[in-house]
């Protein structure tokens, strides 16, 4: 048994020297698809088979001249609206399939606007087959007879193939046939999808005359779209999700109606610097009623949509990539040589790009404008690397290309490199709608016709006679006719030397009839021919013993080799046993880490929805709050015209009351007064009545003077003090109180924000507002309230005695729901300054006052006060 060897396409040759690469330009051609009415207008001709003629519609304005702007354009080749599919496939598609058989790769993509035929060149329509179906037939016609079973070829992970043996071709088979849950190969025995049963007649079959018949070849296809930039496989049987809805977002369904969107694929460079798809399915089919079905599976999920320009519009550009893997015949011409730099992997790569769109004509939203904008900037970025690496090549410049702005180009980029052959068909729509978006599209294609792909270089030839699988076929024949002529098995493998022993025929028996008794002649004749014929049959016997004990001690020899092969292979078991307990054990924390992910997926789309209601309503609000602002200086404006309206009148009625007040102060000292002189009077004359009582025993015979009227002095200084008791009716007068005030909630351990605007003055006062853990700004800002808690601002204003007041209003810092800050104010201090010496414009009037007071005034001893000082006065 002969152990499986993991072979890949042999890296390719360091680059040589410009000068000696050989280069070939990017064969462009065109296809004219007819117009949809015979009374549409057209703008292209065709002038002859390589150019076209463009001219601009009646709607169009005319040129400088006065006339309408014509333009040529020149291809390798222009098929006109006559050409059938097979004229495209003789001349575009079918070099292609003879180099992807002589190990050469290649690369053929359609271009043009939505609805210009793209699809139906690459794909056809029954009785009409595009180019993929006819390149598949081609290549089955002309490798079928020298196909190799399946899965001596088996693709590994990396862009590479693994060649096994027969034998172990076998056990593959055989493990695929008993596992139900794996997918099969599609079959040539089901039956052919009606869509491609008769898209290729018997009489337009083709193959290839030059197949190298002593290598062995198998065909492996996938099938990738790219979707808003996304690389999906078409291939893939997604499993169903329990977690996930099977609506997206806007009521669209997912692509796979019975499982989960699949994810999407990743791009990865392999050992020679190819690209690939991480992860995507490839096929091994043997017919083309296999790669028929294969396609048709994965078109199914291909997405499609209905637009006011193309009524099944592709949203995605396709990829169907056919992969040939071919290895040379042992000597013998019967096994495959287990040879890795023999084996050859080359692929031909069919894309339909999605048509570029205006969306003002498509009339697309949503997620139809969405697709719109992906596919023209894929398309805008193959275009801008065509124009660098044209740019490279005319100019010799070295700018990067830049390939990585699009999954289209990076997958590709090799193909642009020297990997292999680059053809494009560019489809147009001649009627006078898509005249615009056509000329944009003629100018792509022929600045691409610029650009120069190196060749690439042929495969090594293998060092082994040609011809080998015809003598061993001719071999198997002659044997199994001998074989057949003699009675043995047809089937049967012998030992060439007894083989040869066989093939000679034996002396033949000569005539045994006795005639007379005399006859001495027939029976030595006889005796001689049977002696002869028993020396050939011991000859036989001994070769015969011979290659049996050969034989015997051959199987005692592999006897003894299958034991250690078994031992081996017992070991091998145990080791791949506790290999597959790992990989159930790592497959089920993938999945539940998968679940987990999917859960927070269906999360991270409930928030995104959440976030975008409340984004809704803060532009609501905002657009609210701006409504309010303007409102309200419209409101602070009309008030502050009626402050001054009020000022006015204020100031008015306050003169007013003034005189009104001074007037009443005036004569209710004048009553005042004149209580007072009475009642001096009164006291002085019981005072002489004492006096007199007291002192009439001593003097006896003394006369008493009656007292004269007070004199105007002491009168006087009973006024001041009168005029000093009245200032304040209500207030006794008392020695000054300092009375205790509240601490300050600015005087705790919490950070504060200082704001002391730039036109605030300094009043150089003794008490000034001190706040510990304070930041000072001239100007809050957010990076100030963000890191402390309460707020405050110095706040001057001139008070209605025409002093300077300041105001302190404090208030606390929170965080709002928009990630800023905001201050809710709570409390206001106010500090004050008056001066004593300065007459107190505000007077308490005189009406309140009673005679109690007064006389409680009176009663009260004086109390001489010399100080200066003022007691700050709480406003009412």
């Known amino acids: 048994m002969q152990r499986p060897g993991k072979f890949r396409t042999p890296r390719r040759p360091g680059p040589k020297k410009a000068s000696n690469i050989e280069k070939d330009p990017v064969g462009v051609y065109c296809r004219i698809r007819p117009l949809g009415a015979e009374d549409e207008e057209c703008c292209i001709e065709m002038i002859s088979s390589s150019t076209i003629q463009l001219h601009a519609p009646d709607g169009l304005k005319a040129n400088r001249n006065g006339e309408y702007k014509e333009t040529q354009y020149s291809f390798k080749k222009v098929f006109g609206i006559n050409t059938t599919q097979m004229e495209l496939f003789e001349d575009v598609a079918k070099p292609l399939i003879e180099d992807l058989i002589h190990c050469k790769n290649g690369l053929l993509f359609t271009y043009g606007v939505t609805g210009s035929g793209k699809t139906f060149t690459m794909t056809g329509s029954p ?15 002309s490798i079928g007879p020298f196909q190799a079973k399946r899965f001596v070829f088996r693709p590994d992970e990396k862009n590479g193939m693994e060649i096994q043996s027969q034998v172990d071709a076998l056990l593959e088979r055989q493990k695929r046939d008993s596992q139900q849950s794996v997918p099969k190969t599609p079959s040539s025995r089901h039956k052919v999808d009606p869509e491609f049963a008769d898209m290729i007649s018997s009489e337009e079959a083709c193959k290839s005359e030059n197949v190298d018949e002593d290598c062995c070849y198998s065909v492996f296809v996938s099938y990738i779209e790219i979707y808003n930039n996304y690389i999906y496989d078409l291939l893939e049987d997604a499993p169903l999700d329990p977690i996930r809805p099977k609506w997206l977002g806007g009521g669209t369904p997912v692509r796979n109606n019975e499982g989960i969107p699949p994810q999407s694929k990743i791009l990865r460079e392999d050992q020679n610097h190819n690209m690939y798809v991480a992860g995507c399915t490839e096929v091994e089919v043997k017919s083309t009623e296999e790669a028929f079905e294969v396609f048709w599976k994965g078109q199914k999920k291909r997405r499609i949509a209905n637009t006011q320009l193309n009524r099944e519009s592709s949203r995605s550009h396709s990829v169907f990539t056919v992969k040939l893997a071919q290895a040379p015949l042992d000597a013998d011409g019967d096994h495959i040589l287990q040879d890795k730099n023999q084996v050859n992997v080359s692929q031909l790569c069919l894309v339909d790009l999605a048509g570029s769109e205006r969306t003002n004509r498509t009339r697309a939203e949503g997620s139809r404008l969405r697709e719109a904008g992906n596919i023209n900037q894929s398309l805008m970025t193959l275009r801008t690397c065509m124009e660098v690496l044209r740019e490279n090549q005319m100019c010799g410049t070295n700018k990067m290309v830049p390939y990585r702005d699009s999954k289209v180009t990076h997958l590709f980029k090799n193909y642009f490199d020297g990997e292999g052959k680059v053809r494009m068909i560019v489809c147009v729509n001649p009627k006078a709608d898509d005249y615009e978006e056509t000329m944009l599209v003629m100018r ?18 293998c060092g082994l006679a040609a011809g080998r699988r015809h003598r061993n076929q001719a071999f198997r024949d002659e044997l199994s006719r001998r074989l057949e002529e003699r009675g043995g098995p047809s089937n049967a493998v012998d030992d060439p030397l007894l083989v040869n022993q066989l093939i000679e025929s034996l002396p033949a028996l000569p005539p045994c009839e006795l005639v007379d008794p005399a006859d001495d002649q027939t029976l030595p004749r006889l005796i001689e021919v049977l002696e002869r014929r028993h020396r050939i049959r011991q000859m036989m016997t001994e070769q015969f013993n011979k290659t049996a004990n050969t034989l015997n001690s051959m199987l005692q020899q592999f006897d003894s080799q299958l034991n250690a092969k078994e031992t081996f292979l017992h070991d091998q078991q145990s080791k791949l046993s506790e290999k597959d307990k790992v990989i159930v054990n790592q497959r089920t924390e993938m999945e539940r880490l998968e679940k987990k992910s999917k859960t927070l997926e269906y999360k991270i789309d409930i928030l995104q929805k959440t976030t975008d209601m409340y984004e809704q309503d803060k532009r609501s609000l905002q657009q609210e709050l701006e409504t309010r602002e303007q409102r309200l200086q419209r409101e602070l404006s009309e ?26 102060v005036n004569a209710k000292q004048l009553e005042m007064q004149n209580k007072l002189w009475v009642k001096d009077e009164k006291l002085k004359q019981l005072k002489a009545i004492v006096t007199e009582s007291s002192s009439g025993g001593g003097s006896g015979g003394c006369t008493t003077e009656r007292p004269e009227k007070p004199e105007r002095p002491a009168r006087e200084r009973d006024h001041n003090i009168t005029q000093k008791r009245s200032a304040s009716p209500s207030r006794p007068t008392a020695p000054p109180v300092h009375p205790m005030h509240r601490r300050s909630h600015s005087a705790g351990g919490e950070k504060w924000v200082d704001h002391k605007p730039p036109s605030n003055l300094d009043l150089d006062t003794f008490m000034q507002p001190i706040i510990p853990n304070a930041i000072k700004v001239s100007t809050p800002n957010e990076k100030a309230l963000s890191k402390c808690q309460r707020y405050v601002l110095r706040h001057q204003e001139l008070a209605s005695d025409g002093e300077i007041e300041t105001k302190l209003i404090k208030g606390n810092v929170f965080k709002t729901r928009g990630g800023g800050q905001a201050v809710q104010f709570t409390d206001v201090e106010t500090l004050k300054q008056e001066c004593p010496t300065a007459p107190s414009r505000k007077r308490r009037s005189g009406s309140g006052e009673g005679p109690a007071q007064i006389e409680d005034i009176e009663n009260r001893a004086p109390v001489a006060s010399s100080s200066h000082g003022y007691q700050k006065r709480r406003k009412p």
């Open 127 to 141: 009785g009409e087959g595009g180019l993929l179906p006819r390149s598949l037939d081609m290549l089955f016609n």
């Open 639 to 664: 008030r502050r015209r009626m402050e001054h309206r009020m000022q006015g009148m204020v100031t008015d009625t306050r003169l007013k009351w003034e005189k009104e007040c001074e007037r009443r």
């Open 444 to 461: 792509f294609a022929e600045m691409t016709q610029e650009v120069e792909v190196a060749r690439p270089v042929d495969r090594p030839i």
